[in-house]
């Protein structure tokens, strides 16, 4: 087991569970006892979980919830009996309603709009800011590249003059239909969470998988919920660059 192959295990490790005792995990664990940086970043890590942990068992639990969940697990339970009187007929016209789906399938148009640019940029902002894992932490740029280049994430790209001066905190591997996307992470010097990596991300995808895509150079500025978007083409690639804020507060990495 390599150092990327047990960052990448040690992703789904919990502190104070029964994790510890897996094999593959142990495994995993031993090589932080022999690794300075991987130790480092599985503290890091642990201590990400702790402070989620933290935060769960200070949302209050509401009054009276255990007797609404009782009473409601009663009334399931009736209406299940009287559900399963009707199954049967149910499933009957189920039945009929499927094979009238498969003679018509050849009939009706596929829906089109699944990788779409919108799509694709509700998709990997959602990512974003919903607390992702990181696949790979450093602020070796080169280190980045490498990494997502022996993972088979797109790697062949060009990062904007003034990206490249941003510091960078780790990368992480997305999908998107059949292939990947590469999210590398950045942070504009904002002060965040310990559960937050980065707020600026760069997504680099195969431009041929997404429909509707731009073409050029030039950046086209989207609004996302809070996020602002700068998407563009350069050669066979598709960039989007996101962060929090407006157009003014984006241009300045591009």
């Known amino acids: 087991m390599n150092l990327d192959d047990a960052k990448n295990l040690l992703l789904l490790y919990r502190p104070g569970t029964a994790d510890a005792a897996d094999p593959q995990m142990a495994d995993a664990l031993t090589l932080v006892t022999q690794d300075a940086e991987l130790a480092r970043w599985f503290g890091e890590h642990c201590a990400r979980q702790e402070a989620l942990r933290a935060r769960f068992r200070e949302i209050p639990v509401p009054a009276g919830l255990k007797e609404q969940i009782v009473s ?3 009334a399931l339970t009736k209406m299940a009996a009287r559900r399963r009187n009707v199954l049967v007929g149910v499933l009957a016209v189920a039945a009929i309603v499927v094979s009238l789906l498969v003679v018509s399938r050849s009939l009706v148009p596929r829906a089109t709009n699944s990788n779409t640019l919108a799509s694709y940029q509700n998709q990997m902002i959602a990512i974003a800011t919903s607390g992702y894992g990181m696949a790979y932490t450093t602020n070796d740029l080169t280190q980045i590249r490498d990494f997502l280049a022996r993972h088979r994430a797109p790697a062949d790209y060009t990062l904007p003059p003034s990206l490249e ?3 960078a905190t ?4 997305e999908n ?3 292939g990947m996307v590469s999210m590398i992470c950045f942070r504009t010097g904002k002060p965040l969470p310990p ?3 980065g707020d600026l991300w760069l997504f680099v995808v195969d431009r041929a998988t997404v429909k509707g895509a731009p073409t050029t150079p030039s950046p086209q500025f989207i609004q ?4 602002i978007t700068a998407v563009w083409a350069q050669g066979d690639e598709l960039y989007m660059l996101g962060t ?5 507060t984006i241009q300045k990495y591009l």
């Not at 780790?170 to 591997?173: F, K, N, P, T, Y």
């Not at 996302?224 to 996020?227: N, T, W």
């Open 72 to 74: 409601e697990h009663a």
């Open 170 to 173: 780790g990368c992480a591997i």
């Open 244 to 248: 929090e804020g407006d157009r003014q």
């Open 165 to 167: 001066k941003t510091a």
């Open 176 to 178: 998107w239909g059949n």
């Open 224 to 227: 996302v919920s809070q996020i």
């Open 195 to 197: 559960t937050q990596p």
